[in-house]
Structures are given as structure tokens and as C-alpha cells.
């Protein structure tokens, strides 16, 4: 059975760093891509940008490029999304989903971690 | 790249069938057969609902449906139950850098 399953809710200050995961398993993790989406509260789905952990190979949406890094350890088949200082316009739950090579929707999901950043 | 555009709302009753549309361009939904549906209800992770425009994945209801015109993609729902009523999602790809662009998304309810 596929899964994606993400780290917990995170509570942080504005300035702070903050690095969510999400582990892959029932599939082979190094043969699709994984993405990330950002809902922010009450609103829609945002693609934020998406990872080939089977050679790092990672692309950005221009509206996050810059503003958020995401990585792979695929020795523990499991993707990332970091933050080098948070703000409050942070605040949102975060999904990974997985995406197979050559196509452009995302068939699983993981259950979303909620980041709220707050002073 | 802008969101493609879907309606805020729809609804049905029960056994009617409803249609919600998403709008783009000739640069993301008229550009390429890569448009795709999800499902969200409250609390819950998106679904995958419907992909490359008209297919259905496994265990996904065949009341559910997918075309597109032109610019246009819609999702219609045929014979709504009750466990229809949720948030829906159009997607599609937008060209270079594997981007792909979200709508809106349409809050569907089930009268």
C-alpha cells in the first residue's frame, strides 16, 4: 500500500527555521517525484514546487522559488520542505503528494502538516 | 503564472448532476491534455478525482466525469449523493519547469 506520511503540527516564531518531512513507503520512492502544496487557511491549493528524489533534480513554482528549500534523503525515503526564517504568512498546512514520471497530477497524498507561525 | 478560474460555488440535489467549470489559457488547460480533479473534503488531503482530462482512477465512481474545450476544462457529477458535497480542485500543466497552476477551487453543496 502506498503512503506518504508527514511529520507533525508545528508551532514556531516569526525568524525561526522550521524543516517538515514526509516519508514515502509501499513504492519505489527513487521513481517519482514528490511535490509539495501550500493551503493557507481557508483558501485553495497552492503548488509550490516538486522533487525527483532518484537524482535531486528539483523545480520550483516562481512564486516560491527562493523562498523555500526542498530536498530528499532517498537512503530513508523521505522529502522535505524547509524554512531559513519563518514568517507569519507562513502559516498553513503544507501536503506532499506523489507524482509519476512524465505525468502532471499527483495520485497520493500524505495527511498535511499544519505550520502556524506566531509571536 | 495565474490560477486558472473556477466558480466559488455549486450545487444539487440529490440525483441531479452538476458541472463546474475551470478556465485558463492557451498556455496551461488549452495547451495540453494534462488537466486534472481533486476532492477535498473538510480536514481532510486532497483526492485525485480525475486526470488527463477524462480518466478516472481506480475506485473513483463513474458518476464522476472530465472534458475540456478549448480553454475550458469541467468536471460533472451525474446522480450527486450526499457524499459528493466538498471542495473541488481543477488542475493542469503550465508548460516549462514541470509547473503546474491549481484553481481556485469550487465549494460544492449538496442541497
Known amino acids: 500500500e502506498v503512503q506518504l506520511v508527514q511529520s507533525g503540527a508545528e508551532v514556531k516564531k516569526p525568524g525561526e527555521s522550521l524543516k517538515i518531512s514526509c516519508k514515502g513507503s509501499g513504492y519505489s520512492f527513487t521513481s517519482y517525484w514528490i511535490g509539495w502544496v501550500r493551503q493557507m487557511p481557508g483558501k485553495g491549493l497552492e503548488w509550490m514546487g516538486i522533487?525527483?528524489?532518484?537524482?535531486?533534480?528539483?523545480r520550483y513554482s516562481p512564486s516560491f522559488q527562493g523562498q523555500v528549500t526542498i530536498s530528499a534523503d532517498k537512503s530513508i525515503s523521505t522529502a522535505y520542505l524547509q524554512w531559513s526564517s519563518l514568517k507569519a504568512s507562513d502559516t498553513a498546512m503544507y501536503y506532499c503528494?506523489?507524482?509519476?514520471?512524465?505525468?502532471?497530477?499527483?495520485?497520493?497524498w500524505g495527511q498535511g502538516t499544519l505550520v502556524t507561525v506566531s509571536s | 503564472q495565474s490560477a486558472l478560474t473556477q466558480p466559488p460555488s455549486a450545487s444539487g440535489s440529490p440525483g441531479q448532476s452538476v458541472t463546474i467549470s475551470c478556465t485558463g489559457t492557451s498556455s496551461d488547460v488549452g495547451g495540453y491534455n494534462y488537466v486534472s480533479w481533486y476532492q477535498q473534503h473538510p480536514g481532510k488531503a486532497p483526492k485525485l478525482m480525475i486526470y488527463?482530462?477524462?480518466k478516472r482512477p481506480s475506485g473513483v465512481p463513474d458518476r464522476f466525469s472530465g472534458s475540456k474545450s478549448g480553454n475550458t476544462a469541467s468536471l460533472t457529477v451525474s446522480g450527486l449523493q450526499a457524499e459528493d458535497e466538498a471542495d473541488y480542485y481543477c488542475?493542469?500543466?503550465?508548460?516549462?519547469?514541470?509547473?503546474?497552476?491549481f484553481g481556485g477551487g469550487t465549494k460544492l453543496t449538496v442541497l
Open positions: 488527463e482530462v477524462s
Open positions: 522533487i525527483y528524489p532518484g537524482d535531486s533534480d528539483t
Open positions: 488542475s493542469s500543466y503550465a508548460g516549462s519547469n514541470s509547473y503546474v497552476v
Open positions: 503528494a506523489r507524482r509519476v514520471v512524465g505525468l502532471y497530477y499527483f495520485d497520493y
